[in-house]
């Protein structure tokens, strides 16, 4: 099992975070205007766009701290043109916002910008100890990645979990969003099978059009057969009915809450907007952990206890995770490599 090396404030945080969300660097006023929405303490994903500046994302970070949430940028390997590029993008964002975790990310260029072929390339060039990075996120693919073989994906995952875990950072597993809830719960089994015991997050896009959602998922490279968007709910000849995804969703937790997956929540693409989509997953989560449609609402004790794979398992991580000092992460100085699995 890996352990998870989390301080105080962060533990803070995970323990009130029923779910995760991304957002854009164009689209960080849609946060503020959502604000009240939103739980206080939530991580918010900042996408690394090619078509936006380092200033938005160091912006958008600002934004999200200042609004009472916790800002998680994404590092996009292969759109850095330089080491000094990247230190950079992260000292501005350490003194903007303070983020507690980084997410590292392969990205969506053919071709490196710059020295970074890989997210591993990136990892392994010191940036960790660099700037006192603890704690990291890395993303899976349930459903398979469109160029990359599954068995390759797998070994880029335990070498990232392995290289973190040595370093003494805590890590976590966002998932790209997907239509097969058979898909993800099998991955989530293999995960698991692994020993693999890190907190995942599981990628739902929100309510949206029919047409842009399927757009989005080709352009993440996510399956749009017919099969698996008539198993989540959709018909591809309506393509302005706006789907919503509690066919999904509710399939997924079913599957969760019949097995031992210890700690797993959902990450929201708002697609469709971040209110419409904030409003949704909280009306969700109260349906199916709080009371059914017309009950009276719990009590706030209740509240706390009842959505028990996703504050549970959190709440026991951090009673082991207090025994357990941060450590430095111990890298090399800035160096570009790509030895090990790519990706």
């Known amino acids: 099992m890996h352990d998870l090396c989390i301080d ?9 975070s029923l779910f995760t969300l991304e957002i854009t660097g164009k689209d960080i006023a849609q946060i503020q205007s959502a604000k009240s929405e939103i739980p206080a303490g939530t991580p918010i994903n900042i996408a690394f766009l090619g078509n936006e ?14 609004s009472g949430f916790e800002p998680v940028p ?13 230190d950079d993008l992260i000292g501005g964002l350490i003194q903007a916002a303070q983020p507690q975790r980084f997410m590292f990310v392969g990205g969506d260029p053919a071709v490196p910008a710059g020295p970074y072929a890989d997210s591993l390339s990136l990892l392994k060039s010191g940036v960790l100890d660099r700037h006192a990075i603890r704690q990291v996120g890395i993303v899976g693919y349930p459903e398979g990645h469109p160029k990359i073989e599954n068995d390759r994906l797998w070994e880029a995952l335990r070498w990232k979990l392995t290289f973190l875990q040595d370093a003494g950072c805590s890590v976590e597993i966002t998932t790209q969003f997907g ?8 991955w989530l089994t293999k995960l698991r099978g692994f020993d693999i015991g890190v907190p995942v997050r599981i990628g739902i896009p929100g309510p949206t059009e029919v047409g842009k959602l399927i757009r989005f998922a080709r352009q993440f490279g996510v399956a749009t057969s017919t099969a698996a968007l008539c198993q989540y709910g ?6 302005l009915h706006r789907a919503r ?10 599957s969760i809450e019949a097995r031992q997956f210890g700690s797993v929540i959902f990450h929201l693409y708002p697609f469709g907007g971040i209110l419409d989509s904030v409003q949704w997953m909280t009306g969700f989560l ?3 952990r709080y009371a059914p449609p017309g009950a009276a609402q719990p009590s706030s004790e209740r509240r706390s206890s009842a959505p028990r794979i996703i504050i549970s398992d959190l709440l026991r991580q951090d009673s082991q995770s207090a025994k357990h000092s941060s ?16 990706k």
């Open 8 to 16: 105080a404030q962060s533990r803070r945080t995970s323990t009130c």
């Open 245 to 254: 995804p509690e066919r999904f969703a509710n399939r997924l937790v079913d």
């Open 286 to 288: 109260r349906q199916r």
């Open 327 to 342: 450590r430095s992460c111990k890298l090399p100085a800035c160096t570009a490599t790509t030895k090990g699995p790519s």
């Open 179 to 186: 239509f097969d809830a058979d898909a993800i719960v099998d």
């Open 234 to 239: 959709l018909s591809p000849a309506n393509l």
């Open 53 to 66: 500046t380092h200033q938005q994302r160091i912006g958008a970070a600002r934004i999200i701290r200042d």
């Open 74 to 86: 994404i590092i996009s390997s292969r759109r850095l043109r330089s080491c000094d590029d990247l």
